[in-house]
């Protein structure tokens, strides 16, 4: 686009709280996993998830598969698989 159309670009003015509500769904730094058991996993889990922006869960999402393959490919070599240390 010519910098010429730049002003003819159609920008909402939203109020502060409307804009940090849109980008925490893009990214929240400051969501945290609170501590937990095997009994409580599960809750802690949803209630993370729920306050994650898009990027966060992206990113934990491509951790887990890692994961997941590094497990089964040291099943398929026999080899022996650990728990996490919460486990």
């Not at 809750?43 to 729920?50: G, L």
């Not at 398929?76 to 919460?86: F, H, M, N, Q, S």
Request: with cysteine; proline share 7%.
């Amino acid at each position: 686009m010519a910098i010429n159309y730049l002003g003819k670009v159609p920008i909402p003015l939203f109020p502060d709280h409307v804009m940090e509500t849109i980008s925490n769904m893009y990214s929240n730094p400051s969501a945290q996993l609170a501590a937990f058991t095997r009994q409580t996993f599960l809750q802690a889990h949803e209630q993370h998830n729920k306050s994650c922006g898009i990027w966060e869960l992206d990113q934990k999402h491509k951790q887990m598969l890692a994961e997941l393959h590094e497990a089964q490919d040291r099943i398929i070599e026999g080899k022996p698989v650990g728990l996490p240390a919460w486990w």
